[in-house]
């Protein structure tokens, strides 16, 4: 299977859910997919899923969604967390897999920003000591919801050749690094505002997060999650021995960053 063609390009946000339950045999396999294949990004960060069914959209509300309006769905993914450095780019990684897992599946989701991420526990009602991390809506897609994809960023826009601001040469990648490239350009982000962009060097990518008004810490972060995972994930799917991202700084070359852009993590290729 394409893992870039099938999966990474079928994931688009969901805003209609049809009123359909989602089985237990499917919960299920999401949960077997976190615990047996999926990857993070800090293994030491203990996070646990947890499944809510139908009934804590009421208070739910008042602490998720775009300016206070949660989208109601079927069903309700929460990633919880240990409290770390990193913590949420590993939740967001995490939650990505799982989105994209749900994908697989036949389900749809939508990423809900958290207002207030100890208000959100509370309306959980969750029995843990750890953050409430995430939170996605899923279910199945309304067959008559006629919601259209959005545009994201080219990528051309999205990537840069050695340091900050260089133009690249396309025709030097090889092809399981463009679709790479290209799943990070279809990433999901916060009100679709892409504030990052990929620098390209023969040995290495960097993911550079760039300034931007509009969206939370928290959410950055978790932009940061998703963009990883998705590049993984294709790597992954066609050179199973891609190395994992690193928090590590770039000590042996000069990216040229500009004073406000922010450095985030490099992946050998
Ligand atoms: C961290 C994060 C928070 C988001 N919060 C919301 C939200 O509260 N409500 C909503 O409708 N969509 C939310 N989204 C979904 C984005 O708007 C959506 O991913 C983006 O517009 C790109 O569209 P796509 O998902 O169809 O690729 C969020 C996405 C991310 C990554």
């Given at each position: 299977?394409?893992?870039?063609?099938?999966?990474?390009?079928?994931?688009?946000?969901?805003?209609?859910?049809?009123?359909?339950?989602?089985?237990?045999?499917?919960?299920?396999?999401?949960?077997?997919?976190?615990?047996?294949?999926?990857?993070?990004?800090?293994?030491?960060?203990?996070?646990?899923?947890?499944?809510?069914?139908?009934?804590?959209?009421?208070?739910?509300?008042?602490?998720?969604?775009?300016?206070?309006?949660?989208?109601?769905?079927?069903?309700?993914?929460?990633?919880?967390?240990?409290?770390?450095?990193?913590y949420l780019e590993n939740a967001g990684y995490i939650a990505q897999g799982l989105?994209?897992?749900?994908?697989?599946?036949?389900?749809?989701?939508?990423?809900?920003?958290?207002?207030?991420?100890?208000?959100?526990?509370?309306?959980?009602?969750?029995?843990?000591?750890?953050?409430?991390?995430?939170?996605?809506?899923?279910?199945?897609?309304?067959?008559y919801n006629d919601e259209k994809a959005v545009s994201k960023k080219s990528l051309d826009e999205m990537t840069d050749g050695f340091t900050y601001g260089r133009d690249i040469d396309t025709d030097l990648w090889y092809n399981s690094l463009e679709d790479a490239l290209r799943a990070v350009c279809h990433s999901q982000s916060f009100q679709n505002l892409q504030p990052y962009k990929i620098i390209v060097d023969h040995d290495q990518i960097a993911l550079i997060g760039l300034p931007d008004g509009m969206t939370s810490e928290a959410d950055r972060l978790l932009n940061y999650g998703i963009v990883m995972f998705n590049f993984y994930a294709v790597m992954w799917s066609v050179r199973p021995t891609t190395p994992k991202w690193s928090f590590e700084p770039v000590t042996d070359r000069d990216l040229k960053l500009p004073k406000d852009v922010t450095y985030v993590a490099k992946c050998k290729i």
């Open positions: 299977m394409n893992y870039y063609e099938n999966i990474v390009m079928k994931r688009h946000s969901c805003r209609g859910f049809a009123d359909k339950k989602v089985d237990d045999d499917v919960l299920n396999e999401l949960l077997t997919y976190y615990e047996d294949e999926e990857s993070d990004l800090v293994d030491e960060i203990g996070t646990e899923l947890k499944f809510y069914i139908g009934t804590v959209w009421d208070e739910l509300k008042k602490s998720v969604g775009y300016n206070g309006f949660c989208i109601k769905a079927p069903a309700y993914m929460v990633i919880f967390s240990d409290v770390a450095d990193h989105t994209l897992k749900m994908t697989e599946l036949g389900l749809s989701a939508c990423w809900q920003t958290i207002n207030d991420a100890d208000e959100a526990k509370k309306a959980l009602e969750a029995d843990t000591d750890k953050a409430v991390a995430c939170v996605v809506a899923f279910g199945y897609r309304d067959p």
